[in-house]
């Protein structure tokens, strides 16, 4: 069974900076491709970032475009999504998702990031 938890979230001013962990168990990571979302307050749920099972190709939501990085370290079967300049607008419960074909996926928890002075 596919484990996955995020961690890092927390509070930070604006221009701050935050990196989410997201650890995968039960699985072949190196296999698995990772997708970040995340969720405001009354909003739905949206994709942000994503990279592929072996870590060569990244895609961003133009929102986060230049402000945060997704990377995947296979060995620890962990992906972070690195996340500068933050805004009052990153607000969110951050979710990491893994997937792979044929039509595997597995959500995390989700975890706060909250950006305010």
Sequence with gaps: QVQ??????GMVQP???LRLSCV?????F???AVRWYRQAPGKEREWVAGISSVGGVTNYAVAVKGRFTVSKDNAKNTSYLQMN???AEDTAVYFC??????GLEA????I???VSS
């Design 85 to 87: 300049s933050l805004k």
């Design 30 to 32: 190196s296999t698995y």
């Design 97 to 102: 998702k893994v997937l792979r074909l044929p």
């Design 107 to 110: 959500w995390g928890q989700g």
């Design 24 to 28: 995968v168990s039960g699985a072949t």
């Design 15 to 17: 221009g701050g900076s």
């Design 4 to 9: 996955v938890v995020e961690s890092g979230g």
């Design 112 to 114: 706060q990031v909250t």
